[in-house]
């Protein structure tokens, strides 16, 4: 679970990437702290019941972990550091699922949000953007690159 957000914020610091290890961190506590606070909200539903009919099961904070570096890496560096890492997580979701410690719905949905907050939080690494400028008596167009 953890080697997978654990090796993105070290390939970011190997690749002297300043900006991706920032992303990184906010990409990090904003995904835990939303799963932290649906685990809160959920608990008392019959969606917060764990298989063994513990609390706290939706969505699996461990999934959401390695779900943060997937979407890091994914959102970041492209699909070649993506697919694998999904396929990582997937595998920590399976291996939650079968050993009864979370439902299918718990792992499927801490995905999800792991991945949505990647796209808010992670810009590609090369990444340019347009955008539209107006100001009081102009209009403009600004350009911006990131590398």
Request: proline residues 5%.
């Amino acid at each position: 679970m953890a080697a997978i957000p654990v090796s993105a914020f070290a390939v970011a610091y190997l690749n002297h990437d300043v900006e991706g290890e920032k992303q990184w961190l906010r990409n990090v506590i904003a995904n835990q702290s939303l799963t932290s606070i649906a685990r809160l909200g959920f608990n008392e539903t019959s969606l917060g019941r764990r298989p063994t009919g513990n609390g706290y099961g939706f969505p699996s904070g461990h999934v959401a972990f390695a779900g943060s570096g997937a979407a890091f890496y994914s959102e970041r560096y492209g699909w070649k550091y993506g697919v694998p890492a999904w396929l990582a997580t997937a595998f920590v979701a399976n291996n939650r699922v079968q050993n009864h410690d979370h439902h299918w719905r718990d792992v499927i949905a801490s995905m999800a949000l792991s991945y949505g907050v990647g796209k808010l939080f992670v810009t590609p690494e090369n990444a340019s953007y347009v955008a539209p400028v107006i100001g009081p008596d102009w209009l403009g167009l600004r350009w911006e690159r990131s590398f």
